[in-house]
C-alpha cells in the first residue's frame, strides 16, 4: 500500500520477525490485493501496512517537509495520502482489515517497546476489530 514502493524496511522486518516468531505466518507484498499490501495474514482475513512517516505525510516528529521545492514535496505526499485512504477502503470494502503501523511507532524519541506493538498486533489478527492503527507515543500521553 506504500505509495513509494518501500519493501524490507527496517520497521517491516521487525513485526515479521517478532509476528512469524509467535506462529503467524503471511505472505509478502500480494499483488493481486489493491495497493500491494507489505504483510499478508488470508488466515485471519487480515493484513499489516507499514507507512513512512515522511512520504505519508504523518503528524508526527518524523515528518518535516523540506525547506526546497516545498510545494512539489506538498502535492506528492497529499497525492500519497489520498491514495493510501482509497486502497484503505477498497480493501475494506472487499473484506479486508487492515492494520496501520506508522514508522515512529518503531523508530525515533517516540517509538514503543517492540514487544508491545508485537503483542498488541498479535491480539488485533486473532480478533475480529475491523481497523488498527499503532504510532508513536504522543508527547502529552503518559509512555
Ligand atoms: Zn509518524
Redo the contacts with the bound molecule.
Keep these: 500500500m506504500a505509495a513509494i514502493r518501500s519493501k524490507n524496511t527496517r520497521p517491516e522486518l521487525l513485526i515479521r520477525r517478532g509476528l512469524h516468531a509467535r506462529g503467524f505466518r503471511f505472505r509478502l507484498h500480494d499483488r493481486t490485493l489493491p495497493g500491494t499490501p507489505d504483510i499478508i495474514f488470508r488466515r485471519y482475513r487480515a493484513l499489516i501496512d507499514v507507512r513512512g512517516?515522511f512520504f505519508h505525510g504523518?503528524d508526527?516528529e518524523?515528518?518535516r517537509l523540506p525547506r526546497t521545492r516545498r510545494e512539489f514535496w506538498k502535492n506528492k505526499i497529499a497525492t500519497n495520502r489520498e491514495r493510501d485512504f482509497e486502497t484503505a477502503a477498497e480493501l475494506e470494502k472487499i473484506g479486508w482489515r487492515v492494520a496501520i503501523v506508522?514508522?515512529?511507532a518503531i523508530r525515533g524519541s517516540k517509538k514503543i517497546e517492540q514487544e508491545t506493538v508485537i503483542d498488541s498486533l498479535s491480539q488485533w489478527l486473532s480478533s475480529d476489530e475491523k481497523s488498527f492503527e499503532i504510532?508513536?507515543v504522543d508527547s502529552c500521553s503518559p509512555p
Excluded: M, V
Aim: charged letters at 20%.
Design positions: 512517516c504523518h508526527c518524523l515528518f506508522w514508522e515512529c504510532r508513536g
